[in-house]
Structures are given as structure tokens and as C-alpha cells.
């Protein structure tokens, strides 16, 4: 039986981050996993979830999600090393790969205490063939990315909310502290992007790039990883 995500655990900022003024944080979660599903094409399915909820797959999820949030820091690193004449996407990618590095070592910590091996993984196809909609050229390269990594966060929290009430207590207060900051990701994406595009460029890339992520995310995949599709069959 599953539980409601949005229950206590969902309601807390993270370590040092205060709530709006005058706003119920517990509404303003609600509010944000509202947006970013609307954002996304599709709904993860129902197959996946019930795949990386089962036992047997635990230590495989956790260490994928290791994987990703590795991946997470170092994607914002790279474009703080590319990027560096444009300050306010700087400091919001400073900001995420401290968070990306820190949810890093959260999963670490819990895969330690369980006794769970890190093994090396193959990466689903997901991120690659979201990846291969960037643009070569400047700057629609940098809107793209931004746009990717927008695409990559909002799906990543929309699992977060839709898993954490399967799994076991540990794992859902986890996952339920993860979507506040998740959230906000996909929206610091989201918004850099816009900052940065031409006229209705943004919505005119998301056209073509939503249609790319639902496909993935509802094709059968042969591997279970964060990102993938449901289970062939």
C-alpha cells in the first residue's frame, strides 16, 4: 500500500533555507510538483515504479541515484568552467553542485549503512539521447543544455514524490526531503534558460525536446536505472 508523499516529510527545506513569508511550505511543495508536472509530457508509468519499488532492486536503484547525483554536480561544474562571463548562471550552478555533491553523499551514507556494495553501472539512455538535442553551435548550445538539465530535474523530482511512499520509511523521509531542492533545480534551469534565449525560442525547443522525454520514459527499457523506461513486457 502506498502512502501520501506529502505528508510530514515533504514539508522541510533544506539544512539553513527559511520558508517564504507569509507561505505554508507544505503548500508551496504542492504547488511546485504541480508545475513541474505540467511541465513534463507524461507521468512516470506505473511498471517502472513498481520495478524500482521492489526489494530485490533496492541496492541497484540507490546506487544509480548515487550515479546521478555525481553526474548532477559535475554537469554544473562543466558549464561553470564553460560559462564563466555570466554571473548569475555561475552563482546558480555553484549553488546546485554543492547540493548535487551533498545528496551525493547522503545516498553513500545510506548505501554504507545497509552494507551495500557501489558497483560500477552502464548509463541508461536516457540522459545520452536527451544530450544529443543539443545544439553545436552558441549560444542555442547553452539554451539547450539549460533546457536538458531543466527536463532532467523536473522528471527526476516527479519519481521522487511517485516512489517515496513505496519504499521503506528510511528511504521515503529520504526521497520526501530531496523534491524541495529538486524542485527548485528544474525551475533555476528553467528560468536561465529564458534569460538567455531569443524570443520564443524556449518554447519553441521545449516542443521538440518534451516530445524526445516522454518517448524515453515510456519505451521498455532492457536496464532498471532512475531514468530508464519500465521493464520490457
Known amino acids: 500500500m502506498t502512502r501520501n508523499v506529502t505528508r510530514n516529510m515533504t514539508t522541510r527545506l533544506p539544512a539553513g533555507e527559511p520558508a517564504p513569508a507569509g507561505e505554508d511550505d ?14 513534463l509530457p507524461c507521468a512516470t508509468p506505473a511498471a517502472w515504479l513498481e520495478a524500482a519499488a521492489a526489494p530485490a532492486n533496492r541496492a541497484l536503484l540507490l546506487a544509480d541515484h548515487a550515479n546521478c547525483e555525481k553526474k548532477a554536480a559535475a554537469t554544473a561544474l562543466n558549464l561553470a568552467y564553460r560559462y564563466t562571463d555570466h554571473c548569475p548562471l555561475l552563482h546558480k ?3 546546485l553542485a554543492r547540493e548535487e555533491l551533498r545528496h551525493f553523499e547522503q545516498v553513500i551514507a545510506i548505501m554504507e549503512r545497509r552494507g551495500m556494495a557501489y558497483p560500477p553501472l552502464s548509463a541508461s539512455r536516457y540522459a545520452r539521447e536527451l544530450r544529443a538535442f543539443v545544439r553545436a553551435e552558441e549560444p542555442g548550445r547553452l539554451v539547450d543544455t539549460l533546457l536538458v538539465g531543466a527536463v532532467i530535474e523536473a522528471r527526476s523530482c516527479e519519481r521522487f514524490a511517485a516512489l517515496a511512499p513505496r519504499l521503506d520509511a528510511e528511504l521515503e523521509a529520504f526521497y520526501g526531503s530531496l523534491l524541495r531542492s529538486e524542485a527548485r533545480h528544474f525551475e533555476d534551469y528553467l528560468g536561465l534558460a529564458r534569460s538567455l534565449a531569443e524570443a520564443g525560442e524556449v518554447e519553441a525547443r521545449l516542443a521538440l525536446l518534451l516530445p524526445l522525454e516522454a518517448a524515453l520514459i515510456e519505451a521498455p527499457d532492457e536496464v532498471l536505472r532512475f531514468h530508464s523506461g519500465p521493464p520490457p513486457g
Not at 507544505?26 to 511541465?39: I, K
Open 93 to 95: 550552478l555553484s549553488r
Open 26 to 39: 507544505g503548500d508551496r511543495l504542492t504547488s511546485d510538483l504541480a508545475a513541474l508536472r505540467a511541465f
